[in-house]
């Protein structure tokens, strides 16, 4: 489990699958998202695709990704605690955003203690072991060798590749979320309980769930959750230990 530096919080926002691919109202509503989060002083995760395709290689950034990462870095700057962990459209993030756009960026996964919760988040992808046909394009898809070779090529040939690449993902991975494995899932999520986390929190389904699960005394929670174009949707987590979903209204705290 990649953990990195331990990461402390009193409340925190999640929001994931946003798959912002041109200047509209969907990615608006994203930067307000994050300039009322450091506005608010809400540390915000992002489990991964916030873009259709985001390569680290910063060659290879689409024109209209770069005033949504210079935004975000601005803001970072300023003071927001802004996390990433990459997703399935997301590749080799850590070197160039750690430090500069996100103060931690996890090709895998994170924990962090949240109030009084220890909390594990993950894109989700590789949740369900059975699938092993999206295991095998995983590999395929994020190949380091492959990635290194296309970061050497010229952009103005790479990113129409890119571009093609992006559709056929879209096509790939709306098979893949065909429907949500709630019983491996559930399975995941207690092994997660067992090694001492409190709420396991995934994205990638596009789906908004939350299932409780006693434990003993306590109570295990697995929040999944939903795509940023569907509703505007986020997860919120409170000091108390509160969990729950959210609508985002620009006129509206966060919290």
């Not at 990461?7 to 946003?18: E, F, M, P, Q, T």
């Not at 990635?147 to 993902?169: C, H, I, N, Q, T």
């Not at 939903?226 to 969990?243: F, H, N, V």
């Amino acid at each position: 489990m990649e953990t990195g530096t331990a990461i402390s919080l009193d409340r925190a926002i999640v929001l994931s699958d946003a798959h912002l691919n041109q200047d509209d109202l969907h990615t608006r509503n994203f930067l307000t998202l994050v300039e009322k989060a450091a506005a608010e002083n809400v540390p915000l995760f992002l489990l991964g695709d916030v873009f259709d395709l985001w390569f680290g290689a910063p060659g290879l950034t689409f024109r209209f990704q770069k005033p949504v990462i210079e935004r975000m870095r601005e803001l970072r700057r300023a003071g927001l605690r802004l996390y990433y962990v990459e997703g399935n459209r997301d590749f080799y993030l850590k070197k160039p955003h750690e430090g500069s756009t996100f103060h931690a960026v996890s090709e895998g996964e994170m924990v962090a203690s949240v109030g009084t919760r220890k909390v594990y988040l993950s894109h989700g992808d590789t949740v369900n072991r059975a699938d092993l046909r999206y295991r095998f394009w995983k590999t395929l898809s994020k190949n380091r060798l492959a990635y290194g070779a296309l970061s050497l090529l010229p952009p103005a040939l790479v990113l129409p590749l890119a571009d093609r690449m992006e559709r056929k993902l879209k096509r790939t991975n709306r098979r893949f979320r065909e429907s949500f494995p709630e019983k491996e899932s559930r399975e995941f999520a207690l092994r997660m309980f067992a090694s001492g986390i409190d709420t396991v929190i995934l994205g990638h389904f596009h789906t908004e769930r939350i299932i409780r699960f006693p434990q003993g005394q306590a109570t295990g929670i697995l929040a999944v959750l939903p795509s940023w174009k569907d509703a505007w949707r986020y997860l919120s987590l409170t000091a108390e230990g509160e969990c729950g979903f959210r609508s985002f209204r620009p006129d509206a705290p966060l919290l």
